[in-house]
């Protein structure tokens, strides 16, 4: 059965989610630097922030894509918990009343209003800092050349070409000059970089051929575009408590987003043919792409 032809998500998928979202936790509570010294405050700011929630579905698409090619030595947790390490530092800097001014995160209050707002810069700089330091152990993976590689992607994925440049564009182009090519390629470098990177992450760590590569690379920069237009979608129809963060936000602020510029109905048919397109993506893989396959389906179907 080819992949693409798989219609329904597999009973397991919940629980296999739910299985890497623990193991990342318990990873991240490992690595992250234990509160001591004078400066023991900005070790328990960055530990708050990355802690305690998250669907870690950064990490999950590392660990998958590793596993549907053979691969699951633990050194991919501690590159898995790398990624959420900078995605968390993105999260926090976000936040901060300069960028999106928002109060909640996971369904806590977030870094600046738990401490304050240069403790909450300084622990996502520490989180920055921390996730290339955890790409350098041995542990990681035993060919130096290899983790040069994560580190060298991570450095291009969250970067002036990857989320900072996407968070550039957001804050300094005009709602009026935006249009579908402009939100494609802001969402494709703010939030499809670091989802990309995730799986070729997991490729590289796995040894993929470049057929494979490719074939998955395309697979990511799909499911990544389907993920903010959910995200776009969830702005409008979601909950607060539910998300555990603000709702409607953009459209208070007059944002242009995938929903304003397609319509609802639209955004949501962009969205299935992204998903369907990203499935294609995983043909070559046959029944070995089930969870990559059901990734999409809870993108696309999540509801926070």
């Known amino acids: 059965m080819l992949a693409s032809s798989i219609a329904t998500m597999s009973d397991d998928f919940p629980t296999r989610l739910a299985s890497v979202a623990e193991q990342m936790e318990a990873t991240l509570a490992a690595v992250l630097p234990v509160p001591s010294g004078h400066q023991s405050v900005i070790m328990e700011a960055m530990r708050y922030a990355t802690l305690g929630g998250g669907k870690r579905l950064r990490p999950f698409l590392m660990i998958e894509t590793a596993r549907m090619l053979g691969y699951s030595d633990k050194g991919v947790c501690i590159a898995a918990a790398a990624l959420e390490c900078l995605h968390v530092y993105s999260l926090v800097h976000d936040d901060l009343p300069c960028m999106d001014d928002d109060d909640l995160r996971r369904g806590k209050p977030t870094v600046h209003k738990a401490y304050d707002e240069a403790l909450a810069v300084l622990a996502g700089d520490g989180l920055l800092t921390h996730s290339f330091e955890l790409l350098t152990r041995e542990d990681v993976h035993p060919n130096p050349a290899k983790r040069l590689d994560l580190v ?34 802001l969402q494709d470098l703010k939030t499809g970089a670091l989802i990309e990177y995730a799986v070729k992450a997991g490729a590289i760590l796995a040894g993929a051929s470049g057929a494979q590569f490719f074939a998955l690379e395309d697979y990511a920069q799909d499911m990544g575009l389907a993920f903010q237009i959910k995200d776009d979608i969830l702005d409008v129809e979601g909950v607060a408590e539910t998300l555990g963060k603000a709702v409607g936000k953009d459209e208070n602020l007059g944002k242009a987003t995938f929903v304003s510029i397609l319509g609802l109905e639209g955004a949501r048919e962009k969205a299935a043919e992204l998903g369907k397109r990203a499935k294609s993506h995983l043909e070559p893989f046959g029944n070995s792409a089930q969870t990559l396959c059901d990734t999409v389906d809870f993108v696309l179907n999540r509801s926070h």
């Open 152 to 185: 060298f992607g991570l450095a291009q994925a969250g970067g002036t070409h990857g989320m900072i440049g996407g968070q550039v564009i957001d804050i300094s182009v005009s709602e009026s000059d935006r249009d579908e090519e402009l939100i494609t390629q």
